[in-house]
């Protein structure tokens, strides 16, 4: 019997987990993020498994290493808080390359209906009996122009449901595809042409704050800014800024920069001593989800049978399909 630690566990990851799991591999499931604090919980165990918020940098590799963990399987598909290089050649990295593309890409258009029709205004107005109308206008999505950063199955994804809409559909990405519906452009001129701007990239070394003040000054005035992807995409500084001076009409967030002490927890008690995040929050025209996009029945099923497929490939010494190539 293999045992694996899993880090960063929610309830509802448990009842996903339960359902697929193997006779074969025992699972420990941890509340606690995996850091430098908590690597010792994996003692003992054969392999690990990981989400967005923990910290898998080089300590913690080593000490992994050292307790005899050669495996840690993300139960995502961004890696970008694994130390890849310190990675090589002590602990394999696997993932869950897609789950439900479809989840994300419907949370932000949930996010888009939401910002424009003013949902979270008319929600809280009808429960106190306020039946008015002022202040609520939107705009037709049909015949505006989406912007894409990004078209792999997620962007691909939510350009179909774009599509749906009636929208002109603009992408950008360094590798175009012919399965992406709308039309590729340069960066700058998605960026000028865009109602709204959605992120569907990976959050990598080159494209950390993509959109920052440079960038949101080439952008319509009014723009709407979606981020469903990570967090540093976007200087939120910058963001702010837009927002105080008009130039971004509205932001749909469901991840942010400093999200990793947050999100996924209940301060509901307590007094946020994140100054930029309270901010954005007490802004009317922005939502903040946390990191919520993948949540389905349908994505979770899929990041347990993946994950436990992961494990099984790696305890029996087949090919790790899903492995990260480092
Ligand atoms: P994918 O790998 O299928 O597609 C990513 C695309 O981005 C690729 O086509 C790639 O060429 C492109 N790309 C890379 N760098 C770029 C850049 N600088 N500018 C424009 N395009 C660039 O990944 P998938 O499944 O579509 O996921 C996209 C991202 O969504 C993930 O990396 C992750 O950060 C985020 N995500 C968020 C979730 C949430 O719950 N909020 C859940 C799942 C993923």
């Known amino acids: 019997m293999k045992t694996v630690a899993f880090f960063d566990t929610k309830p509802y990851d448990k009842e996903s987990f339960e359902r697929y799991k193997s006779e074969d591999i025992n699972i420990r499931f941890f509340e606690n993020k995996l850091n430098a604090d908590t690597?010792?919980?994996?003692?003992?165990?054969?392999?690990?498994?990981?989400?967005?918020?923990?910290?898998?940098?080089s300590y913690v590799l080593e000490q992994l290493e050292k307790f005899g963990v050669g495996l840690i399987t993300m139960r995502c598909a961004g890696y970008n808080n694994v130390d890849l290089k310190a990675a090589r050649g002590r602990v394999k990295i696997a993932r869950?390359?897609?789950?439900?593309?479809?989840?994300?890409?419907?949370?932000?258009?949930?996010?888009?209906?939401?910002?424009?029709?003013?949902?979270?205004?008319?929600?809280?107005?009808?429960?106190?009996?306020?039946?008015?109308?002022e202040g609520l206008t939107g705009f037709d999505l049909y015949g505006k122009t989406v912007g894409i950063i990004g078209t792999g199955k997620?962007?691909?994804?939510?350009?179909?449901?774009?599509?749906?809409?009636?929208?002109?559909?603009?992408?950008?990405?360094?590798?175009?595809?012919d399965e992406f519906?709308?039309?590729?452009?340069?960066?700058?001129?998605?960026?000028?042409?865009?109602?709204?701007?959605?992120?569907?990239?990976?959050?990598?070394?080159?494209?950390?704050?993509?959109?920052?003040?440079?960038?949101?000054?080439?952008?319509?005035?009014?723009?709407?800014?979606?981020?469903?992807?990570?967090?540093?995409?976007?200087?939120?500084?910058?963001?702010?800024?837009?927002?105080?001076?008009?130039?971004?009409?509205?932001?749909?967030?469901?991840?942010?920069?400093?999200?990793?002490?947050?999100?996924f927890e209940d301060f509901s008690e307590e007094i946020i001593k994140d100054d930029t995040l309270s901010t954005l929050i007490s802004m009317p025209n922005v939502i903040v989800t946390s990191h919520q996009a993948f949540l389905t029945r349908e994505a979770l099923d899929a990041i347990a049978q993946t994950t436990i497929k992961n494990l099984e490939d790696y305890f029996s010494g087949s090919e790790l399909e899903n492995e990260v190539v480092i």
């Open 181 to 263: 519906c709308g039309k590729y452009v340069s960066l700058d001129e998605l960026l000028s042409q865009s109602d709204i701007i959605s992120l569907h990239c990976p959050l990598t070394k080159e494209n950390l704050h993509l959109i920052n003040n440079e960038t949101i000054e080439k952008m319509k005035k009014g723009v709407f800014i979606i981020n469903t992807s990570r967090g540093k995409l976007i200087d939120t500084q910058a963001l702010i800024n837009g927002l105080k001076s008009g130039r971004v009409g509205a932001a749909g967030l469901d991840v942010y920069e400093e999200e990793t002490e947050l999100f």
């Open 96 to 133: 869950v390359p897609a789950y439900s593309p479809y989840a994300v890409a419907e949370h932000s258009m949930g996010m888009i209906l939401l910002l424009n029709r003013k949902l979270h205004r008319a929600y809280i107005r009808t429960r106190d009996h306020n039946f008015s109308l």
């Open 39 to 57: 690597v010792s919980m994996a003692a003992c165990c054969d392999a690990v498994c990981a989400f967005v918020n923990d910290s898998i940098d």
């Open 154 to 177: 997620i962007g691909r994804s939510f350009a179909d449901i774009c599509r749906g809409f009636g929208m002109n559909i603009l992408g950008f990405d360094p590798y175009p595809t």
